[in-house]
């Protein structure tokens, strides 16, 4: 009898030991606090094949709808005091977007302009998340969301798509990962044919 509740009393502790020491080690392996980052953003311009036949002058407007517009992120996960760890930029986000709008329509032809033709866009979602695994270990995600508008003259609106940009990472550099996000997004809106054809209509050019 005595033997057999030694053996249970063992499998016990062996039970034990197995179960919390994952969790001990994690513990120890966690940030203690979640520190705050300041990230730069840039912008590299998509591979354009041709620039467009009739291209004229456009004007680019972009608004921030988010409501803190230095913030681009947090960081979640395994950390202690996670909301310490907010994300901003020392960029203004409108300025970058509205930037990279203008050097790609530049490679396509178009000219910088008041017209008769504006692409008007709200940027209603630009952030990471970057979720800690462990002290060692970290997974970011990026995503950049636009409302864009081509308006022509009485403002009537010759296009409106919402257009968006993802990007993914694992231990990698948030600056690249929310930069490669606003280069999609970018990207996914100017090789967008309906997008140039309606510039076109809205300047008076060749529908």
């Not at 291209?55 to 960081?75: F, I, Y």
């Not at 403002?155 to 996000?181: H, P, R």
Request: proline residues 4%; contains cysteine.
């Amino acid at each position: 009898m005595l033997s057999y509740t030694a053996r249970n009393l063992e499998r016990g502790v062996l039970l034990w030991l197995l179960v919390t020491a994952p969790l001990v080690n994690s513990c120890w392996d966690l940030p203690k606090e979640a520190a705050p980052e300041t990230v730069s953003l840039t912008f590299t311009p998509a591979e354009i094949a041709k620039p467009v036949k009739g291209a004229g002058t456009v004007a680019v407007m972009v608004n921030d709808l988010r409501a803190d517009p230095q913030k681009v992120g947090n960081v979640t996960g395994g950390v202690l005091h996670a909301g310490k760890g907010v994300i901003t930029t020392r960029c203004e986000v409108k300025e970058v977007v509205g930037e990279a709008v203008e050097a790609e329509l530049k490679e396509l032809g178009f000219a910088d302009g008041a017209t008769g033709a504006t692409v008007a866009i709200d940027v209603t979602q630009f952030d990471l998340q970057h979720v800690v695994v462990s002290s060692d270990d970290y997974q970011s995600q990026a995503k950049l969301l636009m409302h864009a508008e081509v308006r022509g003259a009485g403002e009537k609106i010759f296009y409106s798509q919402l257009v968006s940009g993802e990007s993914y990472s694992s231990n990698g550099s948030d600056e690249q990962t929310l930069s490669l996000a606003l280069d999609r997004a970018v990207a996914n809106l100017v090789t967008d044919p309906k997008f140039i054809k309606a510039i076109l209509t809205a300047e008076g050019g060749p529908s």
